[in-house]
């Protein structure tokens, strides 16, 4: 079994992406002693959104899941930023998923489950978190997902 959170990441073929612009006036992560809290991050691939509505309605819910993932890598790379590397996150604390839903969606722990599974191949045990999953009428950029992370740092 791999040993570390970047053995893990490339046993997997899975690379940080470059820390997302804040598209408002924050930073990506802060770090306050051995915590690092991410802003919210969404799904962006090259800079660019991969979709954009609600889920359950233009936005399928396994295609949901997958964009939590990608905004969760998103969250790991901005928390990675100020730890002075993944190796440096020892353990992911809570995870707040807000997603953008139509009004009869009830799917969105399952949508969650995209960024939850990967933080659990990515950190193994020291990935299991608390976690929010919660619905909203709309998010920034009208994106179908957003993640937040708080985590504890070496």
Known sequence: MASNPSVRMADRALRLPPVAAPVAAYVPALRTGQQVRTSGQLPFVDGTLPATGKVGAEIDPADA??????????????????????????????????????????????????????LAEVFSEAGVHTRSAVGVAVLPLDSPVEVELLCLVS
């Open 65 to 118: 899941y997958a964009y939590a993932r990608q905004a969760g890598l998103n969250a790991l790379a901005a928390a990675a930023s100020v730890a002075g590397g993944i190796d440096n996150i020892t353990s992911i604390l809570h995870v707040t998923v807000f997603v953008a839903s139509a009004p009869d969606f009830v799917g969105q722990p399952q949508v969650a489950n995209g960024v939850s599974d990967l």
